[in-house]
Structures are given as C-alpha cells and as structure tokens.
C-alpha cells in the first residue's frame, strides 16, 4: 500500500521561485528518498535523509524530515525550467524491506 | 541510465496472450525490482529480487510471475495479458540491501487491447 503521500499534487511557479514539495508517511522508516521523474522517463534518484538526520543539502535541493510529524519536505532553490518534472518521495521502512513510493508532485516551472 | 536496458520499450498485445518483459543490467546488482506506473497511482512495486534464483512478492504481483537465472536479468512475465496490465513498467536495481537508492530503467510501455 502507498506509505508516502505527496502534497501538492501540482505545482506550477516562475522560473527563480522556490519550489517546496511536502511528504507524509504513516509508519517507521529508516530512511526517505526523493526522486525526479522527467517525461518518458525513468526516476532519478536525487536525495536519501537517514531516520537520525533532520536536514540534507544537495546543490540548489534541500530536504527536511521531521519524523515525529512522519513528514519530510523537498525544497528546490532558485529554480529553471529544466526542473520542470515529477518529484516523488520514497520511504525505507525499519527492516529489509522494499521501497514504497508516493503518487508524486507535478512540478512546472515557467520561463 | 545505470546500465539498465529495459526490452521491448514499447509493446502492444491482445488480452488472453503471454507476454514476457526483459530487464538488463551491466552493474551487477544484487537486488532488481519490477514496479508498475499508472495515473493516480504512482509507482506500485510488483516483484523484486534479492539473488539469482531468490524473489518475493510485491504489492502488485497478482498476475505476475518472475525470473531471474542469472545476475544480469530479470525478467516479468505476463502469463496472461488482461487490460488491467496496461501500464508502464520500470525495471530498478540498487547495490546493497533492500531500502538502499534505486536506479531505473527507462521503462516499458505495455497496452493490453
């Protein structure tokens, strides 16, 4: 079953605003992923925030994670045309288990 | 692309057909995963792998059956195709344990008619 939801669904912006996408999850993970997704395309993996950190940096990406929330925001910086994509988050529950994917944020970024 | 080669990339079949779809990796891998995309549903994982010979059951694997006889291949089979298996279907792998980034293929696109 789906473990990350993500908020909003679509986004559309102005090339040079930040974006900010938002992850909630329902049970323990050990880690959170966040992926890109271009058209036709396969995901892309940009990000992985481990249960112990609070807050990851990655060029103009930053990544929140608030676990007694089970929520983690994705933070683009300053951004292009070219980020115009998917985003989806993806949850490492405790255990060896498989990741399990959110249905995704559209993100347009207007020039 | 991580050396990944998703085959056919593209295929349109009858309903009551076999259908088999091939994923290739050059990383040597351990674990490979088979997920389904569809609107409104994101990606849905249906079989994944943690060796040759060694596989489990996902979310979605009703339907679906797997194979994986050498490190490099992972295959997806369709024993037989139903519209509700029109989808979008992309091959991942990671390096280490289950929970570890995943690399993706660039998928296939399967309509079932």
């Known amino acids: 079953s789906q473990q990350g939801e993500e908020d909003p669904q679509a986004l559309s912006i102005q090339e040079g605003e930040n974006a900010t996408m938002n992850c909630s999850y329902k049970?323990?993970?050990?880690?959170l992923q966040w992926y890109r997704q271009n058209s036709g395309r396969g995901l892309v993996h940009l990000i992985l925030i481990r249960s112990n950190e609070r807050e990851k940096h990655s060029g103009r990406l930053r990544v929140t994670l608030d676990t007694s929330k089970k929520s983690s925001s994705l933070l683009i910086t300053a951004s292009r045309a070219a980020d115009t994509a998917s985003y989806f988050c993806a949850t490492g529950e405790s255990g060896n288990t498989p990741l399990v994917f959110g249905k995704g944020t559209r993100l347009s970024v207007i020039a | 692309d991580a050396g990944i080669t998703q085959s056919p990339r593209h295929k349109v079949t009858e309903t009551g057909t076999p259908v088999t779809l091939r994923c290739h990796q050059t990383?040597?891998?351990?674990?490979m995963y088979w997920y389904r995309q569809d609107p409104g549903h994101g990606l849905r994982l249906i079989h994944y792998?943690?060796?040759?010979?060694?596989?489990d059951k996902g979310e979605v694997s009703d339907g679906y059956s797997v194979s994986r006889s050498k490190t490099e291949d992972f295959l997806l089979t369709l024993e037989s195709a139903t519209s509700s298996q029109t989808s979008v279907y992309f091959c991942?792998?990671?390096?280490?344990?289950?929970?570890?980034?995943?690399?993706f293929g660039n998928g296939t696109r399967l309509t079932v008619t």
């Open positions: 991942a792998i990671s390096e280490s344990r289950v929970g570890s980034p995943l690399h």
């Open positions: 990383e040597n891998h351990r674990y």
């Open positions: 792998s943690y060796g040759v010979k060694d596989t």
């Open positions: 049970t323990s993970i050990n880690n």
